[in-house]
C-alpha cells in the first residue's frame, strides 16, 4: 500500500521571538542570514553546552539536517585603540541552561548578550581617580613588614618605604578607582575611591 517513514531533511532555525521556520538541507548558514542582516546562527547544542561563549557558525559551515539553530542579532561593540587590552571578563555558569528548553534558552542568552553590551559600551570617566584623594589597602607579609620597621627609624619613614613600596610595583602609576587588586613580589594591592565621594 505505499506505507513508509521518511526521515525529515530539514534544519530548524528560530528567532528571538519564538518563530520556527525550517530549511531544506544541504544548505549553508550564510544562505540563512543573507536575508537577516546582523544576524548570526548559533547551534542550539553550543548555546546549552558553552552559554554566552557559544561561538557563532561560519559563514560556509553547513547546516545538519533535524537539528535547531538559533538565528540572532549580536549587537556590534566598537572598541576603542586605547581599550584593545583589556576586555570584559565574565564568568558564565551554563549548569542552569541545560534543563531549559531551546525558547528559554534563546531568550536567555539574548538577555546576557544584551546586558555585556549595555555594560560595555559605557565608558569610565577619564579622569577616574586622579581628582582626589584615594585609599589604598596593601597586604604585606608579616616578615616583610617587619624588615621595613627594622630599617626604619620612625614611623614617618615606614609609611615612605610602603608608599616606595606601592609605588614601585605600580610602576609609578596610581591605581584605578573600581576597587583593582594586583599582586607582584608577594605583595597584594587594591586601591578604590574612598566612601562618600
Known sequence: MGNSIGKSKKA????????????????????VVKDYPNHVLLDSQAVKHFGLRAKPLEPNQELKPRKIY?????????????????????????????NMNAKDRLELLMLSKRS???????KPPPNLGLDGPMRVKMRLPKAQLEKLMEESN???EVAEKIMSLYMGNNNGGVGGGGGDVAEHDGVSRQTRKPRGE
Open 12 to 31: 530548524k532555525i528560530m528567532k528571538i521571538d519564538g518563530e520556527i521556520f525550517k530549511v531544506k538541507t544541504p544548505t549553508t548558514s550564510n544562505d
Open 70 to 98: 538559533f538565528l540572532v542579532d549580536l549587537p556590534k561593540i566598537d572598541k576603542p585603540e586605547e581599550d584593545k587590552t583589556s576586555s570584559l571578563h565574565r564568568r558564565v555558569r551554563s549548569s542552569g541552561i541545560r
Open 116 to 122: 555585556v553590551s549595555d555594560i560595555s559600551l559605557v
Open 154 to 156: 620612625d614611623r614617618s
